[in-house]
């Protein structure tokens, strides 16, 4: 027996399934089962004492309901007005949807019954004496009162909550009484009586005193309530206390694990509690059921061990009988020379494995075969060296470009095979890989007979014969070299070409804006090579990247050129115009970046502003007559009221009257005169957010007087939208197509409409032929009713000098002009005509968001006229010198006339500081006024001067203000206005001695 437990693998697995056995028996009694049965316990009292904490929650969230409930009746308006019926019916309704309280009742302050519908009796009577108590708290609190269990008139017993009845005033008037009965069929007798059949607990409820209300387990009879006193049990105490817990107490001579919570509203108790024997019955039960549910496993999973390890062993069982009987490929003398344990006959069945290890190694020379074809007919050169640099092994590719015999070869070194100029820095490659373990560069090999062959080496290290060495593939670059070789020398013609070319031709990286290259007639424009810095800094004095960059716009979401962009503006550098194309081209790195050819287009730009001037001289040729006209009305009025100024100079209220005549109509001929110059001054063309219907209306009132009145005028100018646009390019627009307008209507007269209104073009909406971007845009729309234009026609009238007028009548510039400022504004325009049915034009220009520059005038009543300083005045007209100094004087001012510059100078020259304040005319002969104000400012850079002038090609506002004149004023001037500018120049002044 002894030798089959310990001298075979069966008997050693059967001891081992034993003795595992009783191990995990040993550890199920002494360890697990009583775990199990503490952990039971456990569960089965923090399960108890979850269920009371829930039950007790439940009843607190009722009764709080319950209260809520309770305080929105008493604030009723039905219950507030303290009218009977209504109350009664408010009530009864209440009381027969309500299913927590049994009844409700209202009481004034005596304690008398003022509704009481489920008692009617009772109205109007007292209650006891005895029971003012709960009246006098009621009414002394300010919140709800809870009421502990007490008998009733009636006499059941009852409990419940009051509450105060308020007036709009806030007044205590009442209080509404909710009557909870304690009895056998209420709410909480029914939540109390469920706990036994839904957990099998019991559970009781007991009030502030004591008292027993309603119990799961037993029917109480509420007519001896007092004798159910539970104030003598651990629970109820803790509970009263408003403790909460779990604790075990003897009641009913047993042992009695019990959960006891406050119910806090009330200063009731709820206990739920069963008997601790039960508990520990439970737990043991269950516990010995899981050890036998263990314990059946273990020994289920021992038996099948055992079979699974039976299974297991068997064919060696199997295979000793096979060597044993002999039935095996190899003789049988072979098996007979081992031994003949199990262990002996394992080994031979091992000695058997050499065929199989024969086998695997004739495959692993099968592989190695495979691997070195692949080896030798690789593309690139492949060597192995150590780290001294002793070659190893080689491909059939190395040994090809390099002309050296295999044995030859691998008896080099590394630093044999390299240039001379690159084989001193071999050890330091080989140390650098060692470290890196790759690396990847270019070097120089030569061959045996000597030439050197340009090669890219990428090495690694590996393990080769149980030692660290390097893997190096070698490939020829010389057909690369050459490829490269070519690609710059076409580089270098490209770049030959572009010097040649006499525009400004600039390569930019697309992604870090860095130059890369700038032809010859750049680099001279420039006055330098920028090569290497960034293109927003040098070529425009920007902080960063321009606003309209076309970077972004050169490449499309797949990496391709979108093709050429053309653009142009004013190089803020050289002060030039330029159009530029712009594209992506491949640069010798093979990298994408933006090829810029730039012309300079300064002189079409100064040819195109002179065709504008022209085409707006010969629009005011056109509106001679009617300014002609306007002028003569305008003067007839001042001749007339002057006329009449004399013939009234005893009365000097009709004078004063037919002056204010003649000055309005000075003033009429200055706007006049204004319109005039704003529509004929050439000046640069600087675009700001300006209120189209404004200019638009200017214009069309200087064309009503030329317009003949057979020609009705008809406007409907709806849109104050801004554009971005000059005011004069807008007269431009409105004063050639209206003009055109009335030619094409002088003889049958007819009708002219002038609209503006708003739209929006959406992607569905534009056009192809015109190329909108979607949009808001104005909508400029002139129509006539004149003959029309032919088909033929139509295609050309935007043609610069086609014209349709005879000789003499028109240079065929207008609609060229309207084009281009149409075009040079984003924005597009329409003709629609036919013979005989008019012509409709449609001018769309987009709409931008921004301020407009608005002046407010001050108060003129803020402003005072009169002051004591001295004023020189400069003018040659002798007429308005006299009358300046007449009124300048009255005002209190010292004045002193002087009719030409030269003269001004040199009495200025005698005494600088004389003069608190220089007011110049611009045109006079011998010294004009800026030259006057340049010579005064050398003088006295602090003297303040004011410059006023007609018209001058040569100076305006801002030019003024720029080289030191403090202000700038426009004649025809009116001399109270005048006197305005005076006082507020001369107070600034003070102002800024001060300072």
Same mark, same amino acid.
């Given at each position: 027996m002894i030798n089959f437990l310990f001298h075979s693998i069966k008997g050693k697995l059967l001891f081992a399934f034993f003795f595992l056995l009783g191990i995990a028996l040993l550890f199920q009694f002494a360890y697990i089962a009583p775990t199990l049965q503490k952990r039971k316990i456990e569960g089965i009292t923090k399960s108890q004492d979850n269920f009371a904490k829930y039950l007790a929650s439940d009843i607190n969230s009722r009764i709080e309901e319950a209260i809520k409930e309770l305080e929105e009746i008493a604030s009723l308006q039905q219950i507030v007005s303290i009218y009977k019926t209504s109350m009664n019916e408010t009530i009864t309704a209440i009381n027969n949807s309500n299913h927590f309280f049994n009844y409700y009742f209202v009481m004034d302050k005596q304690g008398k019954w003022l509704s009481y519908p489920t008692h009617p009796e009772l109205i109007g009577k007292t209650i006891p004496a005895e029971n003012m108590g709960w009246v006098n708290k009621t009414f002394k609190s300010e919140k709800t009162v809870f009421l502990d269990v007490v008998k009733s008139k009636l006499g059941t017993l009852v409990s419940g909550f009051s509450t105060q009845i308020r007036n709009k005033e806030n007044k205590t008037i009442a209080l509404l009484r909710s009557v909870f009965v304690i009895s056998e069929n209420n709410v909480l007798v029914r939540l109390i009586e469920n706990t036994q059949t839904i957990k099998g607990y019991h559970a009781y409820l007991v009030s502030s005193d004591g008292w027993l209300i309603a119990q799961s387990n037993q029917k109480l009879n509420y007519k001896e309530f007092n004798s159910y006193s539970m104030m003598g049990y651990k629970p109820v105490i803790n509970a009263l206390k408003g403790q909460s817990g779990i604790t075990s107490y003897a009641y009913e001579d047993k042992l009695w694990l019990a959960a006891f919570y406050p119910i806090n509203i009330t200063n009731w108790g709820l206990i739920v509690q069963q008997p601790l024997k039960n508990i520990i019955l439970e737990a043991k039960a269950e516990a010995r059921f899981i050890t036998f549910i263990i314990l059946s496993c273990f020994?289920? /999973? =021992? @038996? $099948?061990?055992?079979?699974?390890?039976? *299974?297991?062993? /068997?064919? =060696? @069982?199997k295979l000793v009988k096979h060597i044993q009987s002999g039935k095996i490929d190899m003789a049988s003398d072979q098996a007979s020379s081992f031994p003949k344990d199990e262990i002996g006959q394992l080994a031979f069945q091992y000695s058997r494995l050499y065929s199989d290890l024969y086998r695997t190694n004739d495959l692993i020379r099968r592989s190695e075969n495979k691997f070195r074809t692949l080896f030798n007919n690789a593309s690139d050169a492949i060597y192995i060296h150590d780290l001294e640099g002793n070659l190893l092994e080689a491909n059939q590719k190395a040994f090809d470009y390099s002309g050296y015999e295999r044995d030859e070869l691998l008896n080099m070194k590394v630093t044999d095979i390299d240039a001379p100029e690159s084989a001193a820095v071999v050890q330091s490659r080989i140390e650098k890989v060692n470290h %890196?373990? *790759?690396l990847i560069f270019e070097s120089l090999h030569r061959t045996k007979t000597g030439d050197l062959i340009p090669v890219e080496i990428s090495s690694r290290t590996i393990e080769y014969d149980d030692q660290k060495a390097i893997l190096s593939v070698v490939r020829d670059l010389t057909e690369r070299k050459k490829a490269e070789d070519a690609l710059k020398e076409s580089h270098k013609r490209f770049l030959t070409v572009l010097d040649g070319i006499d525009a400004t031709i600039c390569v930019l990286d697309i992604d870090t804006y860095q130059i890369l290259f700038m032809n010859k007639y750049m680099i001279e424009s420039f006055g330098n %090579?920028? &090569?290497? *810095? !960034?293109?927003? %800094? $040098? @070529?425009?004095?920007? /902080?960063?990247?321009?606003?309209?960059? &076309?970077?972004e716009q050169l490449i499309d979401a797949k990496g391709e050129p979108t093709g050429v962009i053309v653009w142009q503006d004013k190089n803020p550098i050289t002060g030039k115009w330029y159009v530029n194309y712009d594209r992506a081209i491949e640069w010798t790195d093979g990298r994408l970046v933006k090829l810029q050819i730039a012309t300079d287009i300064t002189d079409f730009k100064i040819m195109e502003a002179q065709l504008h001037q022209a085409q707006k001289m010969e629009a005011i040729g056109t509106l001679s007559g009617g300014i002609a006209h306007d002028f003569n009305n305008i003067l007839s009025g001042i001749f007339g009221f002057s006329q009449l100024a004399k013939t009234h100079i005893d009365h000097p209220e009709k004078a004063k009257k037919d002056i204010d005549q003649i000055i309005t109509g000075a003033q009429r001929a200055t706007e006049l005169v204004q319109?005039? !110059?704003?529509f004929s001054r050439q000046s640069e063309s600087l675009k700001y957010p300006l209120e189209a219907s404004v200019v638009i209306k200017e214009t069309l009132k200087l064309l009503r007087s030329t317009i003949p009145s057979t020609i009705a005028i008809k406007e409907n100018i709806v849109s104050k939208a801004k554009i971005l646009a000059v005011p004069t390019q807008i007269h431009q627009i409105v004063m050639n197509l209206c003009t055109n307008a009335y030619h094409a209507m002088s003889e049958t007269g007819g009708f002219l409409f002038i609209s503006l209104k708003e739209i929006v073009f959406s992607k569905k909406d534009c056009v192809p032929e015109l190329n909108i971007?979607?949009? *808001?845009? =104005?909508d400029l729309e002139i129509s006539d009713?004149?003959?029309?234009i032919d088909s033929m026609i139509l295609q050309k009238i935007f043609d610069p000098y086609f014209t349709t007028k005879e000789p003499g009548k028109g240079t065929g510039l207008g609609l060229a002009v309207i084009f281009g400022i149409v075009k040079e504004s984003k924005g597009h325009i329409t003709v629609h005509s036919e013979p005989g049915q008019g012509s409709t034009f449609h001018v769309y220009l987009p709409i931008v968001d921004g301020p407009l520059a608005i002046h407010i005038p001050e108060n003129e009543g803020k402003t005072p006229l009169s002051g004591q300083e001295t004023i020189m005045f400069v003018d040659d007209e002798e007429a308005l010198r006299e009358v300046t100094h007449d009124i300048l004087k009255g005002f209190g001012y010292t004045v002193h006339t002087l009719s030409s510059g030269p003269k001004a100078f040199e009495t200025y020259n005698e005494d600088p500081c004389r003069f608190d304040l220089v007011v110049t005319d611009m045109t006079m002969p011998g010294m004009t006024g800026l030259e006057l104000s340049q010579r005064i400012l050398e003088l006295r850079p602090e003297q303040p001067i004011v410059l006023c002038t007609g018209y001058s090609e040569t100076i305006d506002r801002e030019k003024a203000l720029s080289i030191g004149i403090t202000e700038y004023v426009e004649k025809p001037m009116i001399i109270k206005e005048l006197a305005k500018v005076i006082r507020k120049v001369l107070d600034e002044a003070k102002g800024s001695a001060q300072r």
């Open positions: 020994c289920i /999973s =021992l @038996f $099948i061990a055992a079979i699974v390890v039976q *299974k297991a062993i /068997s064919p =060696l @069982f %890196d373990e *790759k %090579d920028m &090569t290497g *810095k !960034l293109c927003w %800094d $040098i @070529f425009r004095g920007e /902080s960063g990247p321009c606003r309209h960059c &076309t970077n319109q005039i !110059l704003a971007v979607p949009g *808001k845009y =104005l009713t004149g003959h029309g």
